[in-house]
């Protein structure tokens, strides 16, 4: 039997997964799919890879005719992209629970070869309860078994689309928990004091989640549907953020270039805005994200907290006032001042323990930019031309009239 050595560790297939999960020093995706491809072992999430090269036997869908970067020409996939009404029917119907769990399935039914290519360019993709998921870190086991997962009154669910002001909030929220105390939390890592939900832990993340001490501070970017059942039945508090869809996007769009669990994005702006105003990326549509949050927290005031990544950039003590008023939670008027200063963008964007460039797995290639790009409103005009932004604003204001209580948002600074 052929056997490979990764650091050290003798590899074949029937391989102890034991001992891979010893490894101390990265191991390229490429070599784990081609040395153990054959194992089932659920440990292998646990290890210190990099996916920057993961093998991908689709590659050549990665090459996309016609496009360029945001600042040259390009073919305006985007715009020759435009739908009807009864094609934005269509989108509303993509992902909800009735469509297929099975990625093979949806590929032989699209048409969208924008789509397709995104699709098959993520690594190990999924889908489930009409959800796109990334395959690495989100074990689908995990998944199915977070419906039934036991909620405690005291857990906090830090709620949103990617790239919306989570850190942030998840910062903000973990301090208050620690009254205040920038000393208690300096040196533990944000990913040890919020949990993602979906993102398991090597071993028994359903073990794990359950054996965490209370309070828990539980993030996701799951849509409502999605939650666990006693989440849906608003068992504890949630608070979401959410953000401007155009500068949501753009910031949607450099995270799928840095992160390796999304394959890289290597396909153009047009391409990704495409997608993103048809619902059709990891997470899906933002506009179903957004809106049941916003009728839930509109119903139930008192269990979610539905908070602007504008109103924050704009005003961050009153906007951490509010949480502290829905948490029932104190801090003193000089803890709030420091909290307030630690969490300024720049701050962050320099802080070692949230800004993701301390992990054990290494998963983002920060040689494109940084987890924390520019934080600012409106970045958005850097990226839409005028054809792009008067078919977004078509769509979304089709959308947008579907949502009740009048849900609005701030695109300039």
Known sequence: MKTSKINGVGVNSNINCDNMCNLKTPVTANHISNVISKTECSKLNGLH????????????????NGSKNHTGERDNLYSMNGTNDEDEETDDKLFDNRYTNDINVLLRGESDNIFKNYIQAIPKIQMYKGILLQGFLVPQKLIKGLEGLQIRPDDIIIASYPKSGTTWTEEIVSILYNNGNLEKIKSKNLIDRVIHLEVGRPLFPLTFLNNLKSPRLLATHLPFHLLPAQ??????????????????????????????????????????????????????????????????????????????????????????????GFLNMEITPERLNLLIDHCSFESMKNNNMVNREVLPIKVFDFSHTKFMRKGIIGDWKNYFDETQNVEFERIYQQKMKKIKNNLTFDFEP
């Open 231 to 324: 989440v849906r039945d608003l068992k504890c508090k949630i608070i979401y953020v959410a953000r401007n869809p155009k500068d949501n996007a753009v910031s949607y769009f450099h995270h799928h270039k840095i992160a390796s669990f999304l394959g890289n994005y290597k396909g153009s702006w047009d391409e990704f805005l495409h997608l993103f105003s048809h619902g059709k990326l990891v997470y899906g549509s933002w506009f179903h994200h957004v809106a049941k949050y916003w009728e839930e927290s509109i119903n139930n005031p008192d269990k979610i907290l539905f908070l602007k990544y504008e109103d924050m950039k704009r005003d961050l003590e009153k906007e951490v006032r509010k949480i502290l």
């Open 49 to 64: 890879l990099s996916l920057k090269n993961a093998n991908n036997k689709n590659e050549d869908y990665l090459a996309f």
